[in-house]
C-alpha cells in the first residue's frame, strides 16, 4: 500500500490526501508534525533531505517529495490529468502557479496566524507584503475562473486540488473573498465534484 508522510492541517499534505480520497485509493497516512521539528530528524531527513511534508512512498520503498509532482504521479491516467498535451501543459502552469505566485502567500499568512510558535515573525509590514501578494494571485483566479468553471478549463483536474487546499483557507488567513465571487463559487464546484473529503479526512487505515 502507499504511504503518504504528512501533517494533518497542512494544505499541501492535504493535496495528495484529498486525490488519493477522490480516487478511492488506500493508502496509508503516517503523521509527521512539520512545525514541531518532525521534519528535521535524521529518520526523517534520510527519505526527505529537503525536510517537508509530503512525501510519498510507494509500495516498492521509492520515495517521492513535492506535492504537486505527487499529484502528477498518482493523477496519471485518471480524469484528473488530461491526455492531450496542450490540456496538459494548461495543468502544468496552474500548479508551478501555484508554487511560485499563490502558497509563498496565502500558506504563509495562514500559517503565521495558525501556529502561535510563528507569531513572532507575523510583523506587520510582512503581513502586509503577504496580503498585497496574495490577493493578487487570487485575483488572476478570480479573472480566469470568470471565463472557466474550473482553473485549467472545462474540466476538474489536479490543478483544481493544488489550489483549493489553501484558497480555501484564505478567508482564515485574512484575504477578503467578498472581492474574488467567481473563486468563492469555484470553491463550492471543488467541494461538490465526485469523492470531496475535507482538509482533516483521514484514511481509516491512520
Ligand atoms: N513545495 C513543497 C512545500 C512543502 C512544505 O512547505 N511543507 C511544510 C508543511 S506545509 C513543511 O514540511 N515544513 C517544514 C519545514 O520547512 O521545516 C510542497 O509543495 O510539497
Known amino acids: 500500500m502507499l504511504t503518504i508522510y504528512g501533517m494533518h492541517d497542512s494544505g499541501?499534505?492535504?493535496?495528495?490526501?484529498?486525490?488519493?480520497?477522490?480516487?478511492?485509493r488506500p493508502f496509508r497516512h503516517v503523521e509527521v508534525?512539520?512545525?514541531?521539528?518532525?521534519?528535521?530528524?535524521?529518520?526523517?531527513?534520510?527519505?526527505?533531505?529537503n525536510g517537508k511534508v509530503p512525501l510519498l512512498e510507494l509500495e516498492d520503498g521509492r520515495l517521492l517529495a513535492e506535492s504537486n509532482a505527487i499529484l502528477l504521479y498518482l493523477a496519471?491516467?485518471?480524469?484528473?490529468l488530461p491526455g492531450d498535451a496542450y490540456d496538459r501543459a494548461l495543468v502544468h502552469q496552474w500548479l508551478f502557479f501555484e508554487q511560485y505566485s499563490h502558497e509563498p502567500y496565502i500558506a504563509v499568512r495562514r500559517a503565521l496566524i495558525k501556529y502561535p510558535e510563528r507569531a513572532a515573525q507575523a510583523t506587520p509590514q510582512r503581513m502586509e507584503f503577504l496580503l498585497e501578494a496574495g490577493s493578487n494571485?487570487?485575483?488572476?483566479?478570480?479573472?480566469?475562473?470568470?471565463?472557466?468553471?474550473?482553473?485549467?478549463?472545462?474540466?476538474?483536474?489536479?490543478?483544481?486540488?493544488?489550489?483549493?487546499?489553501?484558497?480555501?483557507?484564505?478567508g482564515f488567513a485574512g484575504y477578503d473573498?467578498?472581492?474574488?465571487?467567481?473563486?468563492?463559487?469555484?470553491?463550492?464546484?471543488?467541494?461538490g465534484d465526485e469523492g470531496h473529503v475535507p482538509l482533516h479526512w483521514l484514511p481509516l487505515s491512520a
Open 12 to 24: 499541501n499534505c492535504y493535496k495528495p490526501r484529498l486525490l488519493m480520497a477522490k480516487l478511492g
Open 33 to 49: 508534525n512539520s512545525v514541531s521539528g518532525e521534519t528535521r530528524t535524521a529518520e526523517y531527513l534520510a527519505k526527505n533531505p
Open 76 to 80: 496519471e491516467g485518471t480524469r484528473l
Open 137 to 170: 494571485a487570487l485575483q488572476v483566479m478570480e479573472n480566469q475562473l470568470s471565463r472557466t468553471p474550473f482553473i485549467a478549463g472545462d474540466r476538474m483536474s489536479i490543478a483544481d486540488i493544488a489550489l483549493f487546499a489553501y484558497t480555501q483557507d484564505a
Open 177 to 191: 473573498m467578498s472581492r474574488f465571487p467567481a473563486v468563492a463559487a469555484w470553491l463550492e464546484r471543488v467541494r
